[in-house]
């Protein structure tokens, strides 16, 4: 468990790092309402995600092979798996810190150490619950859905995005 939530904070680390970097850049740019336009990319990840669904692996197989490698193993490839499918993360977190200032950024990234956490902490305990675990597997493309497609409306609202578009 251990490797588990180490490479996933890794990882995450990883991306958020790398995000803040991005959103630092972007936000050189002087017109908000055209960051706002980031907020098209989890737009178009919740729309794919609903139609299309994700890739599944067989993730108990992925875990038993891991697990047989020693802790050290699994501390680096859950944090290069977290890293590697991050391309969703970074579509989100990027447009996402592009909207944010000064504080906002401490207290977002507090929110997200803590979040592991509970992420991890979570999913291993419903992980054990057969019932839970297969409703949320079973939910989890309309879940996900609605999240990104959310999220990608609040950054273009909150850069003025839409209002530009629409001319209001």
């Known amino acids: 468990m251990k490797g588990i939530v180490g490479g996933q904070y890794l990882g995450t680390g990883m991306l958020v790092a790398f995000s803040l970097f991005a959103a630092y850049v972007l936000n050189l740019i002087p017109e908000d309402w055209i960051i706002g336009l980031l907020g098209l990319i989890p737009l178009y990840l919740g729309i794919r995600i609903a ?3 994700e890739q599944d692996e067989d993730e108990e197989e992925v875990l ?6 020693g802790g050290n193993r699994l501390f680096w490839t859950v944090a290069l798996i977290t890293v590697a499918s991050g391309g969703d993360n970074l579509g989100i977190y990027i447009p996402y810190f592009t909207s944010l200032a000064g504080i906002e950024i401490g207290v977002a990234l507090i929110v997200f ?3 592991v956490a509970i992420l991890c902490y979570i999913s291993y305990r419903l992980s054990k619950i057969t019932l ?3 409703t949320i597997e079973k939910y989890q493309r309309v879940i996900v859905s609605l ?3 959310g999220l990608g409306i609040y950054i273009m609202i909150e850069n ?3 209002q530009t578009l629409l001319g209001l």
Do not use: H, L, P, Y
């Open 51 to 53: 139609f299309k669904g």
């Open 64 to 69: 038993e092979k891991m697990e047989a490698g």
């Open 113 to 115: 150490a803590i979040s």
């Open 132 to 134: 839970i675990s297969e």
């Open 147 to 149: 999240v990104f497609i």
């Open 160 to 162: 003025g995005t839409i």
